[in-house]
């Protein structure tokens, strides 16, 4: 039976998160995310979960990985300092290949920042936050709803592919109260990680005999195997082969580059006819969609496109949209972080599909666009307002 309920978007994370199947959390307070980790201890005990709080977020994040480790669905959440702090526990579950959805409610900095301020600086982090070449995938939610779709999402990925997932929100989508109309279980799609179906003896934690993504046994059910952030072998043990291990991170990041037109998902809006189109993303998409409805009512073809995966960003269907534009303005709440991508990807016709062999592949179907590319940018801890991107797509217009 479908639910109607009245929260903001920390409440509706921890509701995606136990209708998706999480039933481990490991975290430890922080403004604006706190509401996560407080929701979860309430709800994750009634269920047979299993909360903890840290005593910081390198514990954290450690403990959710043995979570997954044992079996279960694991979730930690945090803000920008906690995630700088979770870095290295990231990367080993990159290595490791280890199912985690890791919430992150955005806020200004750097350093401490503005704690209970609105932020989106922290895209950058996601995607390079941890070191060497690992594979990534960050969803931005733009709704309170989608709090709630888009973490379900996050953990049939990290499921699917064995990877972290980010989600990340902001401290003003985080604490933001809707109506929100949630679907009945029986219309989720719910994603399971694939489990070994050979005896404990002939079981490897990575061969890639079984595809790209291994299955994944649990701990403490009869399968014992080796576990390590160093470069390995199909056993899980160290091994420094140059050949084997060159195929092996050009795996771990390909599991994600030959899914991402299914993994990186987009909103267009308005887009058929607009000679400017508008890129945002996360809560800042809702004043930019306000913007392009009042540009339309002054006669100017503007349309919005949205990603709401930003790690793998969609980048062929952005070339799509941009083709045919003749303006392109990039708005989001940092002073420039996601535009460098963007401006890639448009305008230096640069689409990566895989890498191979040590080459990196692009897709070629569509041309570089020749359309202008500008900003509207912000980090003074208050959202973009519609008439600020109103005012600059008439200044292009």
């Known amino acids: 039976m479908k639910r109607t309920v009245v929260a903001n978007g920390n409440e509706m994370v921890v509701e995606g998160a136990i209708d998706a199947g999480c039933r481990f959390f490991a975290g430890y307070p922080i403004t604006p995310s706190s509401e996560i980790a407080e929701g979860m201890a309430k709800r994750l ?3 047979g979960g299993v909360f903890l709080q840290m005593e910081d977020e390198i514990a954290s994040v450690a403990c959710a990985i043995g979570g997954s480790l044992g079996g279960k669905k694991s979730m930690t959440a945090s803000s920008g300092p906690g995630i700088s702090l979770k870095q290295e526990g990231i990367g080993l579950a990159c290595m490791a290949e280890i199912p985690l959805v890791i919430i992150n409610v955005m806020r200004g900095g750097p350093s401490t920042g503005l704690p209970t301020r609105i932020a989106q600086a922290d895209v950058m982090q996601a995607r390079w936050g941890t070191h060497g070449d690992h594979p990534v995938v960050a969803i931005c939610p733009a709704t309170v709803k989608e709090c709630y779709t888009e973490t379900i999402r996050a953990f049939n990925i990290a499921e699917e592919l064995r990877t972290p ?14 109506k929100v109309e949630l679907p009945d279980g029986k219309e989720l799609k719910i994603v399971n990680r694939k489990r070994p179906s050979v005896k404990p ?3 490897y934690p990575y061969d890639t005999g079984f595809g790209d993504v291994p299955p994944i046994a649990d701990y403490f059910s009869g399968y014992r195997f080796h576990v390590t952030g160093l470069n390995h072998d199909k056993t899980g043990f160290p091994d420094i082969n140059p050949v084997l291990q060159e195929s092996e991170e050009e795996r771990l990041i390909n599991k994600v580059l030959r899914r991402q037109e299914k993994i990186a998902t987009y909103e267009n809006y308005k887009i058929e006819d607009a ?9 800042n998409a809702l004043g930019a969609k306000e913007a392009v409805d009042s540009a339309r009512k002054a006669g100017i073809k503007a349309g919005l496109f949205r990603p709401i995966t930003i790690w793998p960003f969609p980048s062929i269907a952005l070339q799509q949209v941009a083709a045919s534009a003749k303006h392109i303005i990039v708005t989001e709440v940092n002073l420039g972080q996601m535009v460098y991508e963007i401006e890639r990807i448009i305008l230096g016709g640069r689409a990566v599909t895989e890498i191979k062999n040590g080459n990196l592949i692009f897709d070629t179907r569509h041309p570089r666009s ?4 500008t900003t509207v940018l912000q980090a003074n801890g208050t959202p973009i307002r519609p008439n600020q991107i109103l005012s600059r797509i008439k200044e292009v217009a």
């Open 370 to 373: 020749s359309a202008d590319l």
């Open 275 to 283: 000679d400017i189109v508008i890129v945002a993303y996360g809560s």
């Open 201 to 203: 003896e002939d079981y």
């Open 165 to 178: 997932v980010y989600v990340l929100t902001d401290a003003f989508l985080a604490h933001l109260s809707e």
């Open 45 to 47: 005990p009634k269920i």
